[in-house]
């Protein structure tokens, strides 16, 4: 039978667990894009609770890529320093640790320089973008190849390609931001050209045995976007060209709030996996592994979709900014849910730059500290 906590190999790369840290935007970085210490002390903290694979949050590859300020970046080579220090509090801590490496596209917050898409247009709070030309396209195809190069001279085990929640890579495969009519738009194939290309010159730089993965979406939630049928056909694209792991999420900035990647309160045990259908649908048509993210908090959930065979890897995000000893605690035998509401008001200190922490379980210890 499988369990949470057998030992995977994803490529050559082996996994502990089955536990995954989903990338989380914690706002630890600085200006420039380089680490904050901070970074180091949690990646530390989520090694030493037995997360068995760490996936850094989105470090973006050039500057108009960045969404904010406090993002980690991966765009130059000064970032390397950092990034290998980021990749030693994994490993001394007994964790596997990979890079994710992404462009944000049209959907940028405070991008260095100007917002670039698919296709020029102008999204609902205002603020419209440039259509990226086809000579841009092949230099960003090539700012993820040199990512990936500064990943593994960081020490990373594995680069994981951002192709999720309406950043540039996701506004590619939707209909919803392409609207291109070249040999990057209209059908299927050549929405995900760009993830072929981006694909290839990634495992050009890392080579046949660093494990290559893609977060891509299982479906936009919005009218005219990528849909679940689509994402099994990206899927089935990738495996062919040698995708070694899918990470499963969903929706958009614009999507309704109980259909995002981040829906807010506790769902009951049969409802909370977000994605679940999806996964489904995914296992009939791909044998590539598959990790699973979106609402996951109880352990019982957990261990039946690696039993059942829907998911082959369990990826936590706002659980484990509660709690980043969670998976030590449920393999010691505690395995009452995560402590995680779902109040999602851990992401306002990593918006702001101060950095990403569970307020109310904060707050708390400060009542305490103050009696």
Request: proline share 6%; hydrophobic share 35%; with cysteine.
């Amino acid at each position: 039978m499988r369990t949470l906590f057998d030992q995977v190999f994803i490529n050559s790369m082996s996994v502990p667990n089955r536990f995954v840290r989903s990338a989380t935007y914690e706002g630890m970085g600085n200006p420039d894009g380089s680490c904050k210490d901070a970074v180091f002390e949690l990646t530390a903290e989520l090694a030493r609770g037995e997360t068995g694979l760490i996936i850094s949050s989105h470090a973006y590859v050039e500057p108009r890529g960045r969404v904010r300020p406090p993002q980690l970046g991966v765009h130059r080579d000064e970032m390397v320093p950092g990034l290998t220090r980021m990749a030693e509090a994994a490993h001394i801590n007994g964790a596997r640790i990979v890079l994710q490496i992404a462009h944000a596209g049209c959907t940028a917050v405070e991008p260095d320089g100007e917002f670039v898409g698919p296709s020029a247009i102008t999204l609902p709070d205002g603020h419209s973008c440039r259509e990226l030309t086809n000579n841009e396209i092949r230099d960003l195809v090539q700012a993820f190849r040199r990512g990936a190069e500064r990943a593994m001279e960081a020490g990373f085990d594995g680069v994981q390609i951002h192709s999720a929640h309406a950043y540039l890579l996701s506004q590619f495969l939707s209909p919803y931001f392409n609207r291109r009519n070249d040999e990057y738009g209209g059908s299927l194939v050549n929405r995900s050209r760009i993830h072929r290309e981006v694909l290839n010159a990634v495992r050009d730089a890392v080579g046949d045995e660093i494990p290559v993965l893609i977060k891509m979406n299982s479906d936009d939630f919005i009218d005219g976007g990528f849909t679940r049928k689509e994402m099994v056909e990206v899927a089935r694209i990738l495996e062919s060209e040698g995708i070694d792991a899918v990470e499963l999420s969903g929706g958009t900035p614009l999507s309704p709030a109980d259909r995002g990647f981040a829906r807010p309160g506790i769902q009951p045990p049969e409802e909370e996996v977000y994605y679940v259908d999806a996964a489904r649908l995914y296992k009939e048509a791909v044998s590539v592994p598959l990790i699973l993210v979106g609402g996951i908090r109880t352990y019982s959930v957990a261990q039946n979709l690696i039993e059942e065979g829907i998911a082959d890897l369990i990826s936590l995000s706002r659980p484990l900014i509660r709690e980043p000893f969670l998976v030590r605690r449920w393999r010691e035998g505690d395995t009452s849910d995560a402590t995680c509401i779902h109040c999602n008001l851990c992401f306002g200190p990593a918006r702001s730059g101060e950095g990403i922490y569970c307020v109310p379980e904060r707050q708390q210890r400060q009542k305490e500290g103050s009696r």
